[in-house]
């Protein structure tokens, strides 16, 4: 009955996938992506993050596909929009966005069961040179994670790989956020942390299903959460950038299923 897919589960709780189920993961993943494509075109100065939010509730629905986090746990929106010391679920609302404001758009929809979950940077205007900098090392941080997915390594590769590389640029990796495992489900084990030592966690295997979303800041790594108990900020006020994909472990390396189908994952400003 529950094992529909003939997939099974490690001794640490984490799902392996068969073959097929890379195909619903792609489509999933796709449609996360071309939503973050388009969604570019809204990202202004003058802007509300309501108004993108209500873009991207609308664009979901006339796909066909479900949002996932409509409903999730009371949170009432098809999207988090984090601006500026925001380190990740931002709520969306009458806030207007200004020239230089730097913003995380985080989407995950359901197809056919699948979840796909991606959020990128994107800059209304034009950034200051560091944030430039921070959206950079965040995005370069994330690429570094996904190098280390291969069967073999471990989840602390991935960690090691984030936290070195933002370390040695004098930013800070978030400790109280990580990924997540997904597939037919939104958070499952393993909880990938961003940090780490390389060597340790869970060893990596074939048709493991997971998301890699470092949040990095300019200043210290500490967060808190807001009155409205979901938007967490950096404590010390400073600048936070994340960038998320969701990834497959394949016999070589790993499918990213977030990929953007018009090579804009990374923004371009000027
Ligand atoms: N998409 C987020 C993640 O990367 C989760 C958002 S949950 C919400 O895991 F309820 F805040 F939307
Ligand atoms: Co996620
Ligand atoms: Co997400």
């Known amino acids: ?35 973050l494509d ?3 075109a809204l990202v202004q100065p003058g802007a509300t993050t309501g108004a993108i939010d209500a873009w991207i509730t609308e664009t979901v629905e006339n796909s066909g596909a479900t949002s996932a986090t409509i409903g999730y746990k009371g ?11 925001v380190v990740c679920h931002g709520i969306p609302g009458d806030k207007v966005l200004k020239e230089g404001d730097i913003l995380n758009i985080d989407v995950t929809v359901i197809v056919d069961g699948w979840f796909g979950d991606s959020s ?3 800059v209304a205007g034009r950034p200051n040179r560091k944030a430039e900098r921070l959206i950079q090392t965040t995005h370069d941080a994330l690429m570094l994670g996904i190098e280390a997915v291969k069967p073999g390594n471990t989840f602390g590769d991935i960690g090691a790989a984030i936290q070195s590389y933002v370390e040695a640029q004098r930013m800070s990796v978030v400790r109280d956020f990580c990924g997540h495992g997904l597939g037919r ?24 299903f ?18 409205d108990d979901w938007t967490a900020v950096t404590r010390d006020k400073s600048l936070s950038a994340q960038f998320e994909h969701s ?7 790993c499918d990213i299923f977030t990929l953007s189908p018009a090579g804009k994952f990374h923004p371009t400003w000027g």
Request: hydrophobic fraction near 35%; charge should be neutral; proline fraction near 5%.
């Open 38 to 40: 388009d969604v570019t």
């Open 247 to 253: 990834v497959g472990v394949t016999s070589d390396g």
């Open 75 to 85: 949170y009432k929106h098809a999207s988090c929009i984090s601006v500026n010391h």
């Open 1 to 35: 009955m529950e094992d529909r897919t003939h997939s099974r589960l490690t001794r640490d709780g984490i799902r392996i996938y068969e073959a097929a189920d890379f195909d619903g993961m792609h489509k999933a993943g796709k449609l996360a992506a071309q939503i």
């Open 120 to 122: 990128r940077m994107y």
């Open 185 to 208: 489900v939104f958070h499952a084990p393993p909880n990938v942390l961003h940090y780490g030592r390389p060597g340790t966690g869970a060893r990596l295997e074939e048709g493991m």
């Open 210 to 227: 997971f998301t890699i979303e470092p949040m990095v800041n300019l200043g210290r790594p500490e967060t808190k959460i807001l009155a």
